[in-house]
């Protein structure tokens, strides 16, 4: 099993940044892919940003040009989101497991973490 702790998440006015981390515990595989999703007020959770076990990166579009996912040190990676929007506002939760090719933001059953609060004013 593994175990997933995200932190960085707050409160900020639009147009900041916040930095998001997750580390992850337990039996970690070196094949699996490392993303991040969010639920946004009255939506499904969706997929914002994700690592493949081959190190290709994806993006939704909503992120691409303003989030940038990058890999830490043993079992960790990070989401830089700038120029944030109102609408960014939701939970976020690192997810982590095998995926298929291009199909990182759209893990079926992945290990997930509890999430953390983003909310953006205007």
């Known amino acids: 099993q593994v175990r997933l702790a995200e932190s960085g998440g707050g409160s900020v006015q639009a147009g900041r940044s916040l930095r998001l981390s997750c580390v992850a515990s337990?039996?970690?595989?070196?094949?699996?892919?490392m993303a991040w999703y969010r639920q946004t007020p009255g939506k499904e959770r969706e997929g914002v940003a994700g690592?493949?076990?081959?190190?290709?990166i994806t993006y939704a579009d909503f992120a691409k040009d303003r989030f940038v996912i990058s890999k830490g040190a043993e079992h960790s990676w990070y989401l830089q989101m700038n120029s944030l929007r109102p609408e960014d506002t939701g939970k976020y939760f690192c997810?982590?497991?095998?995926?298929?090719?291009?199909?990182?933001?759209?893990?079926?059953?992945?290990?997930w973490g509890q999430g953390t609060p983003v909310t953006v004013s205007p």
């Open positions: 337990g039996h970690w595989m070196s094949s699996y892919c």
């Open positions: 997810a982590a497991d095998w995926c298929w090719p291009d199909q990182v933001l759209n893990m079926e059953r992945p290990n």
């Open positions: 690592i493949e076990g081959n190190g290709k």
